[in-house]
C-alpha cells in the first residue's frame, strides 16, 4: 500500500466517525460540548475528500 492509499482511508475513517458523532448531536443526544454541526460539517468534508484521494489512487497499487 502506499502513501496516498493509507491517507485516504484514514480521512474515510475519520469522516465517518465526525458523521456519526454530528448525526447523534443533530437528532438524539449530544456527545461532546461542541455544536454537532462542527462534527457533521467536518465529517462530510473529510468523507469526501477521503473518497475522492481513494478513487484515483484505487488502480494504482503499488509493491
Do not use: R
Request: glycine letters at 14%; zero cysteines; hydrophobic letters at 55%.
Amino acid at each position: 500500500m502506499n502513501f496516498k492509499a493509507i491517507i485516504s482511508i484514514f480521512l474515510i475513517l475519520l469522516g465517518i466517525i465526525g458523521l456519526v458523532i454530528g448525526v447523534f448531536g443533530i437528532f438524539e443526544q449530544n456527545l461532546s460540548n461542541q455544536n454537532p454541526w462542527i462534527f457533521a460539517i467536518l465529517g462530510v468534508i473529510f468523507f469526501l475528500s477521503g473518497m475522492g484521494l481513494f478513487k484515483t489512487t484505487s488502480g494504482k497499487v503499488e509493491g
